[in-house]
């Protein structure tokens, strides 16, 4: 058994492994370059290469917790342990849109369209023109703690690479992804049985902490539930990543 593979939030990339968790020993897993014309085709991708691998620890950090869950749930013999670190649930478990700071991105997905098009489009010029106050939005609502990550430039430097790859380079994989996370895919909830633990942060603004309750509540088994007092989004990541060995 391997030490590990890592699913990325999104936007994100394996970038943002490196710069969160250096020295990890996981394996970073990009499902947005993998083939396939759509989600479906690329998580299968993902299985393929985790059946290659044999059963292992599968960690997933924020929006990657909806394809490591599916993984999870229809293939539980790859997964020997799932570690999902402030993970985004299904809209449809609660009215959490209105707490989530990005709340503007999933609407658009639920609007889908043009529109939605033309709104990716803008984050991938608002990356690709002014990375650092597109980071600094992002972290707008976070607590003291994670915008203190921001002084570090090789944080700094990582989440802007990896945002760069997913909005730059596979916009169209990354619209996908948001349409699948949009929909209603609580059902896969109830079929997780492999052995979790589920980390979130108290002040976590992009994933409220109740979203998160609700999404352990929902599975087939019992999770072990860690909450972090004064950590944000990336702030819980940073922390656990950098103590996972």
Avoid at 82 to 94: D, E, K, Q, S, Y
Avoid at 138 to 162: N, Q, T
């Amino acid at each position: 058994m391997t030490d590990g593979v890592y699913f990325h939030g999104l936007p994100g990339g394996p970038a943002e492994l490196e710069c969160l968790g250096p020295r990890s020993p996981l394996r970073p897993l990009d499902r947005l370059t993998r083939p396939g014309s759509d989600y479906e085709a690329r998580l299968g991708s993902v299985v393929d290469d985790l059946r290659r691998a044999g059963p292992q620890r599968v960690v997933a950090f924020s929006m990657g917790a909806m394809s490591a869950l599916r993984i999870a749930a229809d293939h539980p013999e790859l997964v020997s342990e799932l570690v999902l670190i402030a993970p985004a649930g299904p809209l449809t478990l609660g009215d959490f849109l209105p707490q989530m700071a990005g709340r503007p991105v999933f609407q658009a997905a639920l609007r889908g369209g043009a529109r939605f098009r033309m709104f990716v489009y803008g984050q991938a010029s608002a990356i690709r023109l002014m990375p650092q106050s597109f980071l600094e939005s992002l972290f707008r609502s976070a607590p003291v703690h994670d915008k203190a990550l921001l002084v570090d430039p090789d944080i700094m430097d990582g989440l802007i690479e990896s945002w760069h790859s997913a909005l730059l380079g596979s916009r169209a994989a990354y619209r996908d992804e948001l349409s699948a996370y949009v929909s209603d895919w609580s059902g896969v909830l109830g079929r997780v049985s492999v052995p979790t633990v589920i980390h979130a942060g108290a002040g976590d603004s992009w994933v409220p902490p109740r979203m998160v309750r609700s999404l352990a509540g929902s599975l087939g088994c019992v999770p072990e539930m860690h909450e972090h007092p004064e950590l944000g989004h990336y702030g819980v990541a940073n922390k656990v990543l950098m103590k996972l060995r």
